[in-house]
């Protein structure tokens, strides 16, 4: 047991991202002890943690094959005990006569709750239990190292490099989720998932940054840059993924939606910067250009269309919100057209 324990950490911390991290952690569970279940489960915010996301689950069986994996995510509605390790954050139990036992073991970054490992099992003794905490507690400490590894130092936004090696694992797990929380979004407005619904991708630019650093300092830039981090934070969903590209540049993959309702979230979040007092400057506004995302296409592809609806944005009045689509459809972009590999683009 200690051997192939300290080999498994090993094999833990041999990863360089969190999803290879996750698998690791519930592939050495399963090894180690005699479970019949793991699931790792993240909280849904918006529903006040009454429903969560199932972004792993393993089921061990006797009979071939003895390993059931299932990596698509799905949100369910959060059953009681699942629900309090949210709220609580310690580790509960839940052994009735005849059934199968549940452990749900918090996972905390920064002593905030990221998710939930609920193992299912009939015997496990106290000695596994202590274990398995421990066991916990490296990972944590190892997901914490990852976690600031993909984050932007100044605003803990996913940064640029996570966008590029994770993209399509990002695009095919938002494609994946078959329905997001019911919960409001703003004040409202609803955003739903059903065949027609499209990941967006939109870029966001800050209006005239140049001139706040030059007139206020970086001291106040990075300030901006941070309040405007936490302003999305804020307006998006947990389930939209936030990025700064550097500068003052950022990007948002949205979870699948309808252009239009894209659209409204994106102009959600413009009037909320535009109605923001930011110490010392005052009113700040940003332009955004967004696209429909295919998976199909390279992350290149949907950068470069982000990138002309927000170049239009920015030379026609700034402070407004573009489709690449809506603009190709009124006729004030062209399509682009390729030329070999590369494509090529007309304004």
Known sequence: MQKNLLQSLINITGQRDI???????????????PVAAISLYKPV????????????????RKTEPHYVWNKKPLVIKAPPLLQQCFFEGVLLEKN?????????????IQTKISAVLCIKSSALVPTDIQTLVSLTKIYENYLVILHENERDKLTSLLNRRTFEQRFDNLLIAQKNRQKVAPGEFG???????????????AMIDIDHFKN?????GHVYGDEILILIANLMRSTFRSSDLLFRFGGEEFVILLEPTSSEMAFLALERFRHAIEQHEFPQVGKVTVSIGFTVVNEATLYTSSIGRADRALYHAKHNG??????F????DDGQLSHAHKVGPVEMFKF
């Not at 915010?45 to 061990?60: D, F, S």
């Not at 004040?187 to 991708?201: A, C, F, W």
């Open 19 to 33: 999803e290879s991290l996750e698998y690791s952690l519930v592939a050495t569970i399963a090894e180690l002890f």
């Open 45 to 60: 915010h918006e529903t006040g943690y009454t429903e969560a996301e199932i972004t792993l689950h393993l089921e061990i």
């Open 96 to 108: 009735t006569p005849g059934e199968t036992g549940e452990c749900y073991i918090p996972i905390c």
């Open 187 to 201: 004040p409202d407005n609803q955003r739903h998932v059903d065949r027609t619904s499209q990941v967006h991708l």
């Open 212 to 216: 706040v650093n030059d007139e206020y």
């Open 318 to 323: 700034r402070n407004c919100t573009h489709s």
């Open 325 to 328: 689509e809506k603009l190709i």
